[in-house]
Structures are given as structure tokens and as C-alpha cells.
């Protein structure tokens, strides 16, 4: 529960310490002295967005600090989901600076605004003057059934919220299936318009036999089949003038070698020389041997110059095509290509497969959001009795609230089915939905008791209703502050009123005044003793100058 509240610097608030006590507290003030401020300051703290214009001194910064006593609160797990360390004493704060920067703390840590969302739904629940229009939408009639069927079930092997978890994991588990048949059929759309042409391709690379392929070598051999003529005439001179019967080079290092032999015992050089005439002899008799082998090996030969011709043109064609000019990289793109192919045709296996595991899927989902549809029905009748029996004793005795569960042709989030509230006021009417069957006024007392259903359902510690009471007065404003004087007894139920009626009820009584102080308008907020109530609560009867008579009823009003 709320156990205090800190402002400074916000609105028309200067600085403000407000102890809130369990119960049921009042807040009352003349119109514009800044009941709801107060709620704008705590819907900071609940993560709302921050505005530069509520800063009441735009040269100081801004701070709301709220107290929340959670010992009877089961929230452990929250904090730990949220990273925070769980503490019984928990304060949330959040603080404008001048540069307009916001900063949000929990027990002094630094927290986004989704964490502050996330942990204030847990600790209060605000319903301001226009938070009526809620119930027009269907989500928010959603959460009241099924808030009543969770609650109604918590204890039973089977309660909804458990069929609720086993129906969002397999809903999740569907929709990630959908997605991924969706990408792949988009994906073999694309390959399918490729195909044809990549195999193609695959068929040009893996007809070329690349790793087979030597290209330095295949030049070479084309350079040397296309000059048969000039290399055949180049090596028949070499060997002609190495070889030549009386003057060939052979002949005359032969000549040389007899001539230095004769000499060699006179110098060890001249040996030297002799044995390097020798070696050359040698390797000049090889490379005859070599001249007229080739001599008598080569010819021309224009098949397989053609066959060459043709695969070189094949490989400059490929690395134009490819935009490369390596056969390691046309063999990279062959192996690319031929997974794309073969990726192509194993995609109906996987849509084969995807789509049976679709329809496994979707079974599971229809079997669990029949059973959550099926929950919804069996307990929205013991909803609609508490609901009418409430809205009834608000003057409204022959009002009816009907839970309508139909089923739908597509999963949502909570299911398959949808969920409103009809209703008439009168008897014999027609049901209709609630937006439009109901009045401002009686909007405003079905609010009122779907809240205080709300409250025993959800286990909310707080609730904060800023003028629900709006349209109604008497006797039905009296019933109004039974409901939140009875709901006050489980939980910490705040009331900003303009009615006597339910500002007397309240345990505690707080009243906002404005006035000015050194040229500046402040709103103050006080707790009153017993004689200022009975002014106070004097002064919302009389509605102008005060009566002993208001006096007097206001004393009644109290007891």
C-alpha cells in the first residue's frame, strides 16, 4: 500500500509530505484547487511520460517520491523478473531536471519508465475522470472476466491463468511458425524466378571441369602449338650449330679440352680448367640430346590447339560473365550456385514439414483457447450476478450486465473467442453494448462496480478514484460510499469527491486549498481533525454560507 508521497516543485504544489493511512481516504477542494494534482504527480512515479510544463519552477528540478509498505504483497517474483532487489519498504521516484532530462529511480536504481509501468501496475490502480470511456473498450472488458475467472479458478488443478500460459506459448510457437513458412515461400518465390537461370550457370561451371584446369599450363601449350614452324626452325639451327660434324661447338670444346689436357700436369689451374671443360662437355652432349629430342617431338597438332582454343575462350567467357578472373573463384561460385539449386529443391521438404507442424500447432491452439472460452462461459454468470447485484443497490434496480463470449475465426493473444458487456438499465430493454445503453451517470456506477470486483479479483493494494461520483448524488452517492467504504476494508481505496455523502465516509479526510502566497498561487493539502471535517463537509452541503443546519447534517453524515 501507498504509505506517502513527496512532491516538490510540480504544478502548484511548492513542496508537499502527505502520510496516506490505510482505509479509506477522502480528498476534497473547491473546483480548481488541485485535487488531481496529486494523481498527475503519482502518474510520474507510474511512468507516464514527463512534460517540462508541469515543472512549477522551471530553474529547479522537479521530484515525486512515493512509499509503498509490501509486506502483505506477494512480489518477489515481479522484482526478480524486472532485475530489482525486492524490499518490504519500496520507493519509487522520479525527477524532472530543468534541461527537461527525467530520471526514474526504484529503492535508488536507476529504471526505464517500461520498469516503473511494469511494478506500478502491481501497487495502484488509478481510475481518473475520463478512465469511464475504458469501458468501451474490449480489452478492458476482457480483463474484467477474465480477472473474475482467474480469480475463481486459482486454486484448481487447472485455474485459467495456467491454461492461459500453456495457450500464449503454443500461440507464440504458432505465429513463429507462421513467419517462418511466410519467409520461406517468399524465399522460393525469389529462387524459384532464379532457378532456372542458376542452373544454368551450375551447368556451364561443372561442364568446364575447372579443377582440372591448369591455366598457366594451357597458355603455355597454346603458345607453343600455335608457333610449330618457328620453334621447329629455332631448334634445328640450335642443334645444327651445337652439333655440326667439323665445326660444331661440341667438336670444337672436344678440340679445346685435348689441347688443355696436355697442360693440365703444369698448373693446378690449368687442371681446374680441364675438369670445367669436361662438365660443360657433358651438359652441352645433354642439351643436344635434348634439341633433337624436341626437334623430333614437336608438330603441329590443330585439334588440340582448337580444343585449347576453345576451353580458354570457355574460361575468359566464364571470368567475364562472374566479374573474376580466378578459376579458384569460379569454383566458389560453382559450389555457391549448386547450394542455391539444391536449396531450391529442398524447400518443399521444409514447407512439407512446416506446414505439418502448422497444423499440430494450430490444433493445440484451438483445443487450449476452447478450453480458456469454455472457463470464460462456465463463470461469467457468478460475474454477472455480483455486477448486477452491485449496480442495482446504485439505484439502477432493474439494471442487467451481460458477459457475451462468442467464438472467432482467428487466435489472439488471449484466446479465440471475443469478449464485451451488454447492458440496459431499464427493464424489458434490450441488451446492448454498454457504450451505448448506459448514461454518463450510470457509465460512472457500472465503473464503480466493476472496479470493486476488480479490486477483490486482481489483489490490488491501492485504488484511486478521481471523481467517479461524477452525475450522481443522494442517496445513490451514499450506496457509492458504502461500495468504497467496504472495499476500503481489503485494500487502500483514495476518493478525490465533490459529495458529501462519500467525503464522510472516509476514515481519513484531506483537503486541497489554493491561495496565494508572496504573489504566487500554491495548492496546500491537509488532513483535518474532527471539527474541521464538520466545516468542511458543512460547507460541500450548504454550497455557499455555512448553516448550523449543515452543521448538524454534517454531523450525521459523519457518525
Do not use: W
Not at 320 to 337: A, F, G, M, N, Y
Not at 479 to 505: C, D, G, W, Y
Amino acid at each position: 500500500m501507498l504509505t506517502s508521497i513527496h512532491i516538490q516543485n510540480f504544478a502548484l504544489i511548492e513542496h508537499l509530505d502527505l502520510d496516506v493511512s490505510t482505509g479509506l481516504t477522502t480528498i476534497t477542494g473547491e473546483t480548481g484547487a488541485g485535487k488531481s494534482i496529486v494523481l498527475g504527480a503519482l502518474g510520474l512515479i507510474l511512468g507516464q511520460r514527463a512534460d517540462l510544463s508541469v515543472v512549477r519552477d522551471s530553474d529547479s528540478k522537479c521530484v515525486v517520491e512515493a512509499h509503498f509498505d509490501l509486506s502483505s504483497l506477494d512480489l518477489k517474483k515481479v522484482f526478480e523478473d524486472l532485475d530489482l532487489d525486492h524490499e518490504n519498504h519500496t520507493i519509487l521516484r522520479r525527477i524532472i531536471l530543468p534541461s527537461g532530462k527525467s530520471r526514474a529511480f526504484v529503492n535508488d536504481l536507476p529504471v526505464t519508465l517500461s520498469v516503473l509501468q511494469q511494478l506500478g501496475g502491481y501497487l495502484i490502480d488509478i481510475h481518473s475522470q475520463h478512465d469511464t470511456r475504458d469501458l468501451i473498450r474490449d480489452s478492458f472488458q476482457r480483463e474484467v472476466l477474465d480477472a473474475h475467472v482467474a480469480f475463481e479458478t486459482k486454486n484448481k488443478k487447472r485455474s485459467f491463468l495456467k491454461v492461459l500460459s500453456d495457450y500464449q506459448r503454443s500461440f507464440t510457437e504458432f505465429k513463429s511458425l507462421k513467419r517462418e513458412l511466410k519467409t520461406l515461400e517468399e524465399k522460393e518465390h525469389n529462387l524459384i524466378k532464379e532457378n532456372d537461370y542458376n542452373i544454368f550457370l551450375l551447368g556451364e561451371l561443372e561442364d568446364s571441369n575447372l579443377e582440372s584446369i591448369d591455366l598457366e599450363l594451357l597458355e603455355e601449350e597454346q603458345e607453343q602449338l600455335g608457333n610449330v614452324e618457328s620453334i621447329k626452325e629455332g631448334l634445328g639451327m640450335a642443334f645444327k650449330i651445337v652439333n655440326e660434324d667439323d665445326h660444331g661447338v661440341v667438336e670444337q670444346l672436344r678440340s679445346s679440352i685435348a689441347a688443355i689436357s696436355g697442360i693440365k700436369r703444369f698448373s693446378s689451374l690449368y687442371s681446374e680448367i680441364d675438369q670445367r671443360l669436361s662438365s660443360t662437355l657433358v651438359e652441352l652432349e645433354d642439351i643436344v640430346e635434348t634439341l633433337e629430342r624436341e626437334f623430333d617431338n614437336i608438330e603441329a597438332d590443330p585439334s588440340r590447339l582448337a580444343e585449347i582454343d576453345e576451353t580458354l575462350n570457355t574460361i575468359q567467357n566464364l571470368f567475364k560473365k562472374h566479374q573474376t578472373d580466378s578459376i579458384s573463384e569460379l569454383i566458389v561460385i560453382r559450389d555457391e550456385l549448386a547450394a542455391k539449386v539444391l536449396e531450391t529443391s529442398s524447400l518443399d521438404k521444409r514447407k512439407t514439414e512446416l506446414n505439418k507442424l502448422l497444423s499440430e500447432k494450430h490444433d493445440q491452439c484451438t483445443d487450449l483457447s476452447d478450453e480458456l472460452m469454455g472457463m470464460r462461459i462456465m463463470y461469467k454468470d457468478s460475474l454477472e450476478k455480483k455486477l448486477d447485484s452491485q449496480i442495482q443497490s446504485l439505484g439502477m434496480p432493474h439494471a442487467q450486465l451481460n458477459c457475451k463470449v462468442e467464438s472467432s475465426d482467428s487466435f489472439h493473444n488471449l484466446g479465440k473467442d471475443v469478449v464485451g458487456l451488454l447492458f440496459t438499465a431499464n427493464m424489458g430493454s434490450t441488451l446492448k453494448p454498454i457504450e451505448k445503453a448506459a448514461s454518463g451517470g450510470e457509465l460512472s456506477r457500472v465503473m464503480l462496480a466493476i472496479k470493486s470486483q476488480l479490486a477483490v479479483n486482481k489483489k490490488l493494494p491501492t485504488i484511486i478514484f478521481d471523481e467517479i461520483d461524477t452525475g450522481v448524488s443522494g442517496a445513490i452517492a451514499e450506496k457509492m460510499a458504502s461500495i468504497m467504504q467496504v472495499m476500503s476494508e481489503s485494500m487502500q481505496v483514495i476518493a478525490i469527491t465533490h459529495l458529501p455523502q462519500i467525503a464522510a465516509r472516509g476514515h481519513e479526510h484531506l483537503l486541497v486549498e489554493k491561495k496565494i502566497d508572496n504573489e504566487k498561487t500554491i495548492s496546500n493539502i491537509s488532513k483535518l481533525d474532527a471539527s474541521a471535517r464538520i466545516e468542511e463537509i458543512a460547507q460541500m452541503l450548504s454550497g455557499g454560507k455555512i448553516s448550523d443546519a449543515a452543521r448538524e447534517n454534517a454531523r450525521v453524515l459523519l457518525q
